[in-house]
């Protein structure tokens, strides 16, 4: 046996199979191969080669070296840099890396090419067609048309054997960018934010820069300054800008193509597999230069990352809780580290982890302390619901009706902002109290009455409204408690029976396109009253948008989450930064039972400051984020007993160390998913505690049998 090749393969394997080297295949690290696994050809990585002198065991030998060009070096140490940081196995990360090269290529194209020989009846008809065949290979309709014939034509020159039909693979072929086009015309505040990227940029290496502004102060501008220095520092480098949702990447993308005169890569689920396949191709290649993307995006095979800017690097949306579990914020500086790369996070609300490395000098530090031009910061007023609660079965209270009326009548334009899609968060039986639920899972089913269904948000289970409770069978007996979107568009539509009103969530928004769409008629005043989710609460321009309403301010402090004031204010100083963004002043008004919430204060006098001070505070005495690390671990099983039995041996398992804290095992919040019983364990720990190598020495001491299963999750974002 010449050499044994390690093989990570894209599956929930603790480790890289070794496997024999064929005579003559010379492979290399990286190289795609097909490797057999059982019965089957699995995809696979060559992720180490050794000398297989002495080695006594028989191994199966690697089928064949895959024709895709291999992975580069970087992107390798990555995935397994990855794997290793959440204690999961490498194949896992792998499987996101290697999405793209699985996916189909596009249809192989049918082009007319000359042959070299000439026909025997020239006319000028026919030395058009071979003039237009000679520019560059076209199908025969296209080369037809290019030449101003007839397609018989082209058909007598091919029966000749003048011309012959030829299939080719289509080039994963992106335009060029260029970096000298003419950006925007920036402010004072902007232009030194960006001269201050140009320099990191032009010293090289990898450092992470903070680019800290108010809503609407124009970050945007800035950062694609600083991908511009980069592309034009380096002819093969290239540029990543993760964004938390699909609906913001057509309006980045049109922002990019603009600044740089090419389109970029666009990644994310929505994108057909051929088109995927195409901008994997094209990283791998460098012929693509620029991607935007969502948070997969950080697991493309680039051949030169030089610039990974995350936007809105607060956002949960980073947060991936299932499969492969990672925050992509903190994963892009971990991966910008290993390609010397710099790495911008963009924010007018950073997260607490990135302020702390902020200030205490980790990264660097750019503030844009204004909005861009003329606008001014909305004025932001508290609604106290108890004083002035809506009138019965309403949502809106009567000065957020009032100044929805006054805008309205000015041309202006509404955005009432809930973070709950369909038409009611519960539905329950009035004759037996009943609260309907998803099969075998403990989260209530959501009215959406656009579609007549009841729907789980958590599985995915859905159903048609029943006429008769399915538990004590009373007919008409099921109510709708509580407003989502489609019920607070329904009450502006009786309020308002003259404008035009619409919805946007990700049940109506489905995907990129439509988004753009909503975006587009909302930006050119085709709607006057917006209802919203968080997907328009972001990265949005609307000229005339001048009111936000939160219709319930105080949705995200419910609940045991110890970011929930975090979170709820950075959602809340995004969804009203919507209102005066240009020539027009806003306002908004939220809606709260608790005006004097330090949130709600915080948000009223615009004192980010403040706040983050009064949490940093109360995070450093418990030791939480970003003064300790936390982990969480979640046991699952389909028999209740034999999890009890598991649990209590993983607690005994806990390996006992200085500066750990381990609570639970307790029952999760939504202790049934999908017939699983659930149970959780919360770990604590000080910074200076490797927690990923403490918890994967924990989960070595237990073996899961029968169907436990064991999740770990680093920095959780969720504790459900």
Not at 99 to 121: E, I, S
Not at 496 to 504: H, K, S, T
Not at 623 to 636: D, Q
Not at 665 to 694: E, I, N, Q, T
Request: aromatic residues 6%.
């Amino acid at each position: 046996m010449s050499r044994i090749a390690s093989v990570l393969l894209p599956l929930p394997l603790p480790e890289a199979f070794d496997y024999a080297e064929p005579e003559g295949m010379a492979l290399n690290i990286g190289d795609q191969v097909a490797a057999p696994l059982g019965p089957n050809l699995m995809r696979g990585v060559v992720s180490a080669l050794r000398d297989g002198a002495g080695h006594n065991r028989p191994l199966k030998a690697v089928q064949a070296r895959l024709d895709d060009p291999p992975l580069p070096a970087s992107t390798l140490e990555f995935v397994q840099w990855a794997a290793k940081y959440a204690v999961d196995a490498p194949g896992m990360p792998l499987a996101i890396a290697l999405r793209g090269a699985r996916a189909p290529k596009a249809k192989p194209l049918r082009v007319v090419a000359a042959t070299g020989a000439q026909p025997t009846r020239p006319t000028a008809a026919r030395s058009k067609v071979l003039e237009a065949a000679a520019a560059g290979a076209l199908g025969g309709a296209e080369l037809a048309r290019a030449a101003g014939v007839s397609a018989g034509v082209v058909k007598g020159l091919i029966d000749e054997g003048v011309l012959v039909v030829r299939t080719i693979e289509p080039e994963a072929s992106f335009e060029t960018p260029d970096p000298g086009r003419q950006g925007a015309a920036l402010n004072p505040s902007q232009a030194a934010a960006a001269q201050a990227l140009k320099a990191i940029v032009a010293e090289g290496g990898f450092q992470v820069a903070l680019l800290d502004g108010v809503t609407g102060s124009g970050k945007t501008e800035v950062y694609l300054e600083a991908a511009a220095a980069t592309l034009a520092g380096d002819p093969e480098a290239q540029v990543l800008i993760l964004l938390p949702e699909i609906a913001l990447t057509q309006a980045i993308i049109a922002r990019v193509a603009a600044r740089f005169g090419a389109e970029p890569g666009e990644w994310h689920s929505d994108v057909a597999p051929p088109a995927r396949r195409r901008v994997w191709d094209g990283v791998l290649s460098g012929r693509c230069r620029i991607v935007v993307g969502a948070r997969s995006a950080l697991f493309l095979p680039f051949r030169k990352l030089a610039l990974i800017v995350v936007d809105e690097e607060h956002d949960a949306s980073f947060k991936q809780e299932e499969g492969f579990i990672y925050h992509a914020r903190d994963l892009a500086v971990a991966r910008g580290k290993i390609e010397a790369a710099t790495v911008v996070l963009a924010s007018a609300t950073p997260s607490l982890e990135t302020f702390r490395n902020a200030e205490t000098g980790r990264y660097h530090w750019l503030k844009l302390i204004a909005r861009h031009g003329s606008a001014k910061l909305p004025d932001i007023e508290l609604v106290d619901l108890r004083e002035t609660p809506p009138e019965a079965g309403r949502w809106l209270s009567p000065p957020l009706v009032t100044a929805m009326g006054e805008t309205l009548a000015r041309g202006e334009q509404v955005l009432l902002f809930l973070n709950r899609r369909g038409y009611a968060p519960l539905v329950l039986c009035k004759a037996c109290g009943q609260r309907m639920t998803a099969p075998d899972t403990d989260s209530w089913l959501v009215e959406h009455r656009y579609s007549g269904r009841l729907v789980c948000h958590l599985t995915g289970f859905s159903m048609p409204k029943p006429a008769a409770c399915p538990h004590c069978g009373a007919k008409d007996s099921l109510v709708s408690i509580g407003p989502g979107v489609e019920r607070v568009e329904e009450e502006a539509r009786s309020l308002f029976p003259e404008a035009r009103v619409a919805v946007f969530s990700s049940d109506t928004a489905f995907d990129a396109r439509e988004a753009k769409r909503l975006i587009e008629s909302m930006a050119a005043g085709e709607i006057d009253v917006l209802v919203a989710t968080q997907a328009a609460a972001k990265g949005h321009n609307f000229p005339k948008l001048t009111l936000v309403g939160v219709v319930d301010a105080d949705l995200g402090l419910r609940g045991g989450d110890l970011r929930a004031a975090e979170r709820t204010y950075q959602l809340l100083a995004q969804a009203t930064g919507r209102a005066g963004r240009k020539a027009h002043a806003g306002r908004a008004l939220l809606q709260t039972y608790a005006p004097d919430h330090s949130v709600m204060q915080a948000l009223k006098a615009q004192d980010r400051e403040a706040f983050v001070a009064a949490e940093m505070a109360e995070r450093e005495l418990a030791g939480l984020p970003p003064f300790g690390r936390l982990a969480a671990v979640i046991a699952s099983d389909v028999d209740a007993g034999r999890l009890d039995d598991f649990c209590r041996a993983m607690a005994e398992a806990a390996p006992n160390t200085p500066g750990v804290e381990v609570y639970g095992p307790a029952d999760a919040p939504l202790g049934l998913v999908r017939g699983r019983r659930r149970k959780r364990f919360l770990v604590r720990a000080d910074r200076a505690v490797d927690l990923s190598a403490y918890m994967a020495a924990w989960r070595a001491r237990v073996r899961p049998k029968g169907a436990t299963r064991v999740a770990i999750d680093i920095d959780p974002y969720s504790f459900l």
